[in-house]
């Protein structure tokens, strides 16, 4: 018996590094949109996009001097409701070999874990694919 293949609606490959760029921001925007739709959403994350998820950045970000009563939470906080919130609608991979080639290897639990040698699969699994970052 064949097992059935979950279709994601959206793949974003993200490679940007955080806060290098916009890109890392509009990907979770669009995220975000697709989810508010009803939509289904995996993040692939490669290159330096897999420091959005270590979790040794704790809940929130250091405080903002201009509003310092202020909340703002963590990369890997956000990626965390986004994952709770989104009901199995959205996911985020870690990619392996780019995780462990720049020591950022303690992601959390939430994040799945994927060889790159599992992209083009990953790709097969999603009706819409989008590359976000740089080469």
């Given at each position: 018996m064949a097992m059935e293949r979950r279709m994601w609606d959206l793949l974003l490959i993200l490679t940007a590094a955080p806060h290098s760029s916009d890109v890392v921001t509009s990907a979770l925007r669009l995220s975000q949109a697709m989810l508010d739709r009803g939509g289904s959403v995996r993040v692939w994350a490669c290159g330096y996009a897999n420091m959005m998820t270590q979790d040794t950045f704790g809940d929130t970000k250091l405080p903002n001097t201009r509003n310092p009563e202020g909340h703002y939470p963590s990369?890997?906080?956000?990626?965390?409701?986004?994952?709770?919130?989104?009901?199995?609608?959205?996911?985020?991979?870690?990619?392996?070999?780019?995780?462990?080639?720049r020591g950022a290897v303690h992601h959390v639990p939430q994040v799945r874990h994927r060889s790159p040698l599992r992209l083009a699969a990953t790709i097969a699994g999603a009706r819409q694919t989008l590359y976000l970052g740089g080469a």
């Open positions: 990369p890997s906080a956000v990626v965390q409701r986004m994952i709770a919130d989104g009901g199995g609608r959205f996911g985020w991979i870690a990619c392996t070999a780019c995780s462990e080639e």
